[in-house]
C-alpha cells in the first residue's frame, strides 16, 4: 500500500461511523496493493515488504471492522 492511500486511510480513521466507510477502507487497501502484487511476482523483493504490510494492516482493520458490526 502506498503511503499517500496510508496516510488518507489513517486521516479517516476517526470518521467510521457506518458499515459502509469500514469496508470502503478495506476496498481501498485491497486495490492499492495490486500494483505491489504484480511487482512482486516478478521477483520484487520491496514491493513484497509492502504487500506483507498492508496486510498486516488489514488484518486489524478487520478485526476493527468485526467488532464494529458486532456492536450494532
Known amino acids: 500500500m502506498n503511503e499517500v492511500v496510508q496516510n488518507e486511510i489513517e486521516s479517516n480513521e476517526t470518521v467510521l ?3 459502509e466507510d469500514y469496508y470502503s477502507v ?4 485491497v486495490e492499492s496493493m495490486e ?3 504484480a511487482k512482486a ?12 504490510k498492508s496486510l498486516r494492516f488489514l488484518k486489524k482493520h ?3 471492522f468485526v467488532k464494529f458490526t458486532l456492536a450494532k
Open 41 to 52: 511476482s516478478k521477483g520484487n523483493k520491496t514491493a513484497g515488504v509492502r504487500i506483507r
Open 26 to 29: 478495506l476496498r481501498t487497501t
Open 35 to 37: 500494483s505491489d502484487i
Open 62 to 64: 478487520s478485526g476493527d
Open 17 to 19: 461511523e457506518t458499515i
